[in-house]
């Protein structure tokens, strides 16, 4: 709740800052590519003498963005995203180093309620490939290996500038998986729950007046 709290008054004091025909009426129907740069962590327990470690993706994610307004006069709608998606994390042995870095990429596609810039909602993720990198060698992982995907996101959609045209954005996300990355079990009970974070800008064309 906390965290929240905090990402909440953060969009609220960017938002004073933007021109004005950003804080009036609800934005119209539109479109546009996005790209943001994300790192990622286990968030499950792990083995005892394992550790969780963060790393940054070495491949953006990218794709398309779109909002549907909800009426005229509130800033209030769906955000939806289609994206080639990353998640990556680290795995260590205490006090010996990095054991494997593991790397996983989805086809997903996101439903995001949009109010004043803040956004919250689910990703829902096909897995395309994966790979394990251990310190001499790597290892692919199969589709047949990973489950689907269900991600629940939280963070900011904010418009940094706006005109006639469209507009750009500064996208701020955090994600947690609800569903267990794996359709095996890893060590009896540990199977994967990646969190991450994101930062990246879209640009978004106006559709309609």
Do not use: C, W
């Not at 494997?100 to 689910?122: D, E, P, R, V």
């Not at 897995?127 to 629940?152: A, C, Q, R, W």
Request: hydrophobic share 35%.
């Amino acid at each position: 709740m906390r965290f929240v709290l905090t990402l909440f008054t953060f969009i609220l004091i960017i938002s004073n800052y933007l021109p004005a025909e950003a804080k009036g009426s609800n934005f119209p129907y539109s479109i546009g590519p996005f790209i943001t740069l994300k790192g990622g962590v286990n968030a499950a327990d792990v083995p005892q003498g394992i550790k969780n470690g963060f790393t940054i993706n070495g491949l953006p994610d990218f794709g398309a963005s779109g909002y549907i307004p909800f009426g005229e006069k509130s800033q209030f709608g769906l955000a939806v995203d289609l994206a080639y998606s990353t998640y990556a994390y680290d795995m260590k042995v205490n006090n010996s180093g990095n054991l494997k870095t593991s790397s996983i990429n989805y086809f997903t596609l996101g439903t995001n309620i949009f109010i004043y810039g803040f956004t919250t909602g689910l990703n829902f993720g096909i897995p395309i490939s994966g790979n394990i990198e251990y310190p001499y060698t790597e290892k692919t992982k199969t589709t047949d290996d990973m489950n689907l995907m269900v991600e629940f996101k939280i963070g900011g959609m904010i418009p940094l500038y706006y005109d006639e045209t469209g507009r750009v954005n500064l996208i701020i996300q955090f994600g947690y998986f609800l569903t267990e990355q794996l359709n095996e079990d890893y060590t009896g009970s540990y199977n994967h729950h990646p969190a991450s974070g994101a930062i990246g800008v879209s640009y978004l064309f106006n559709l309609s007046e």
